[in-house]
């Protein structure tokens, strides 16, 4: 039996999506073709339409990045003894 599409799958129009991350509606549609958001053209006239869950993965996708981003820059502002714990601290903050 083929699976059916989940029924709690939300499907949000390009404005709703834009006003909540706060982007322009073409920035939206360009997320969708670079495959970073979930969507697909339906109906006659076409008019695209984007999955509510993967707005969320994109915003979970985009709080690693920052994360990652500070810890990146954490690392490169921190020296050698500090992350060993052994030696002594050459210049201070």
Same mark, same amino acid.
């Given at each position: 039996?083929?699976?059916?599409?989940?029924?709690?799958?939300?499907?949000?129009?390009?404005?709703?999506?834009?006003?909540?991350?706060?982007?322009?509606?073409?920035?939206?549609?360009?997320?969708?073709?670079? %495959? #970073?958001?979930? %969507?697909?053209?339906?109906?006659?006239?076409? #008019?695209? #339409?984007?999955?509510?869950?993967?707005?969320?993965?994109?915003?979970?996708?985009?709080?690693?990045? !920052? *994360?990652?981003? !500070?810890? $990146? #820059?954490?690392?490169? !502002? !921190?020296?050698?003894?500090?992350? $060993? %714990?052994? %030696?002594?601290? *050459?210049?201070?903050?």
């Amino acid at each position: 039996m083929p699976e059916t599409p989940a029924e709690d799958v939300r499907m949000l129009a390009p404005a709703q999506v834009a006003d909540a991350l706060q982007l322009d509606v073409d920035e939206v549609v360009a997320l969708v073709v670079d %495959g #970073r958001l979930r %969507g697909a053209k339906v109906g006659r006239p076409a #008019r695209w #339409r984007i999955e509510a869950p993967s707005v969320e993965a994109y915003l979970d996708d985009q709080a690693e990045e !920052a *994360r990652r981003f !500070a810890l $990146w #820059r954490e690392s490169n !502002a !921190a020296s050698f003894p500090e992350l $060993w %714990g052994r %030696g002594t601290v *050459r210049n201070p903050d």
